[in-house]
Nanobody
Framework: QVQLVESGGGLVQAGGSLRLSCAAS????????MGWFRQAPGTEREFVAA????????YYVDSAKGRFTISRDNANNTVFLQMNTLKPEDTAVYYC??????????????????WGQGTQVTVSS
Protein backbone atom coordinates (compact mmCIF):
# COMPACT_ATOMS: atom_id res chain seq x y z
CA GLN A 1 0.00 0.00 0.00
CA VAL A 2 1.50 3.26 -1.15
CA GLN A 3 1.73 5.97 1.45
CA LEU A 4 2.91 9.54 0.96
CA VAL A 5 3.47 11.72 4.01
CA GLU A 6 4.28 15.41 3.63
CA SER A 7 5.98 17.58 6.22
CA GLY A 8 7.77 20.89 6.47
CA GLY A 9 4.95 23.36 5.96
CA GLY A 10 4.46 26.39 8.17
CA LEU A 11 4.23 30.14 8.41
CA VAL A 12 6.96 32.23 6.82
CA GLN A 13 7.38 35.86 5.86
CA ALA A 14 7.54 36.93 2.25
CA GLY A 15 11.05 36.42 0.90
CA GLY A 16 11.68 33.50 3.21
CA SER A 17 12.25 29.81 2.50
CA LEU A 18 10.74 26.45 3.38
CA ARG A 19 11.66 22.90 2.48
CA LEU A 20 8.85 20.42 2.12
CA SER A 21 9.47 16.70 2.43
CA CYS A 22 7.45 13.76 1.13
CA ALA A 23 8.24 10.37 2.64
CA ALA A 24 7.14 7.64 0.24
CA SER A 25 6.59 4.01 1.22
CA UNK A 26 4.80 0.88 0.14
CA UNK A 27 6.58 0.01 -3.07
CA UNK A 28 9.63 0.61 -5.24
CA UNK A 29 9.32 3.99 -6.91
CA UNK A 30 11.99 3.64 -9.58
CA UNK A 31 9.41 3.69 -12.37
CA UNK A 32 7.43 6.57 -10.96
CA UNK A 33 7.10 10.30 -11.35
CA MET A 34 6.71 12.26 -8.12
CA GLY A 35 4.91 15.58 -8.17
CA TRP A 36 4.11 18.51 -5.95
CA PHE A 37 0.78 20.29 -6.28
CA ARG A 38 -0.84 23.07 -4.31
CA GLN A 39 -4.36 24.25 -3.67
CA ALA A 40 -5.48 27.56 -2.23
CA PRO A 41 -9.04 28.03 -0.90
CA GLY A 42 -11.57 28.34 -3.70
CA THR A 43 -9.12 27.34 -6.42
CA GLU A 44 -8.32 24.18 -8.34
CA ARG A 45 -5.36 22.04 -7.49
CA GLU A 46 -2.33 23.44 -9.31
CA PHE A 47 0.80 21.67 -10.51
CA VAL A 48 4.07 22.98 -9.06
CA ALA A 49 6.89 20.59 -9.95
CA ALA A 50 7.66 16.97 -10.80
CA UNK A 51 10.67 14.69 -10.84
CA UNK A 52 11.26 11.33 -12.42
CA UNK A 53 12.52 8.97 -9.77
CA UNK A 54 14.94 7.27 -12.16
CA UNK A 55 17.23 9.79 -13.78
CA UNK A 56 16.03 12.82 -11.87
CA UNK A 57 14.49 14.73 -14.81
CA UNK A 58 12.47 17.68 -13.53
CA TYR A 59 9.63 19.88 -14.70
CA TYR A 60 8.27 23.10 -13.16
CA VAL A 61 5.35 25.42 -13.54
CA ASP A 62 6.56 28.82 -14.78
CA SER A 63 5.84 30.55 -11.46
CA ALA A 64 8.16 28.12 -9.66
CA LYS A 65 11.12 28.28 -12.02
CA GLY A 66 14.13 29.90 -10.40
CA ARG A 67 12.57 29.84 -6.93
CA PHE A 68 11.63 26.21 -6.23
CA THR A 69 13.75 23.10 -6.58
CA ILE A 70 12.45 19.54 -6.54
CA SER A 71 14.84 16.74 -5.62
CA ARG A 72 14.81 13.20 -4.29
CA ASP A 73 16.79 11.07 -1.88
CA ASN A 74 16.78 7.56 -3.27
CA ALA A 75 18.21 5.97 -0.15
CA ASN A 76 15.43 7.32 2.04
CA ASN A 77 12.57 7.30 -0.48
CA THR A 78 11.99 10.99 0.11
CA VAL A 79 11.15 13.80 -2.28
CA PHE A 80 11.83 17.42 -1.40
CA LEU A 81 10.55 20.78 -2.55
CA GLN A 82 12.91 23.60 -1.63
CA MET A 83 11.01 26.87 -1.86
CA ASN A 84 12.92 30.16 -1.82
CA THR A 85 11.85 33.77 -2.20
CA LEU A 86 8.35 32.87 -1.13
CA LYS A 87 5.47 35.19 -1.98
CA PRO A 88 2.02 35.59 -0.39
CA GLU A 89 0.50 34.04 -3.51
CA ASP A 90 2.39 30.81 -2.73
CA THR A 91 0.08 30.32 0.24
CA ALA A 92 -1.74 27.01 -0.17
CA VAL A 93 -1.93 23.43 0.98
CA TYR A 94 0.89 21.56 -0.75
CA TYR A 95 0.38 17.95 -1.78
CA CYS A 96 2.82 15.24 -2.79
CA UNK A 97 1.64 12.84 -5.49
CA UNK A 98 2.94 9.81 -7.38
CA UNK A 99 2.13 8.13 -10.66
CA UNK A 100 3.66 5.32 -12.65
CA UNK A 101 5.37 6.47 -15.81
CA UNK A 102 8.35 8.30 -17.24
CA UNK A 103 6.90 11.45 -18.75
CA UNK A 104 7.74 14.10 -16.20
CA UNK A 105 6.13 16.94 -18.17
CA UNK A 106 2.50 16.24 -17.27
CA UNK A 107 0.79 18.74 -15.02
CA UNK A 108 -2.69 17.22 -14.95
CA UNK A 109 -3.46 16.08 -11.39
CA UNK A 110 -5.93 13.48 -12.68
CA UNK A 111 -3.13 11.26 -13.97
CA UNK A 112 -1.58 10.92 -10.54
CA UNK A 113 -2.53 7.76 -8.66
CA UNK A 114 -1.43 8.42 -5.10
CA TRP A 115 -1.68 11.49 -2.90
CA GLY A 116 -0.51 12.61 0.50
CA GLN A 117 -2.64 14.41 3.05
CA GLY A 118 -1.12 17.83 2.38
CA THR A 119 0.85 20.36 4.39
CA GLN A 120 -0.12 24.00 4.85
CA VAL A 121 2.21 26.74 3.67
CA THR A 122 1.33 30.30 4.65
CA VAL A 123 3.39 33.26 3.45
CA SER A 124 2.70 36.55 5.19
CA SER A 125 3.30 39.91 3.53
Amino acid sequence: QVQLVESGGGLVQAGGSLRLSCAASGRTFSGYVMGWFRQAPGTEREFVAAIRWSGGNTYYVDSAKGRFTISRDNANNTVFLQMNTLKPEDTAVYYCAARYGYNVGTSNPRVYDYWGQGTQVTVSS
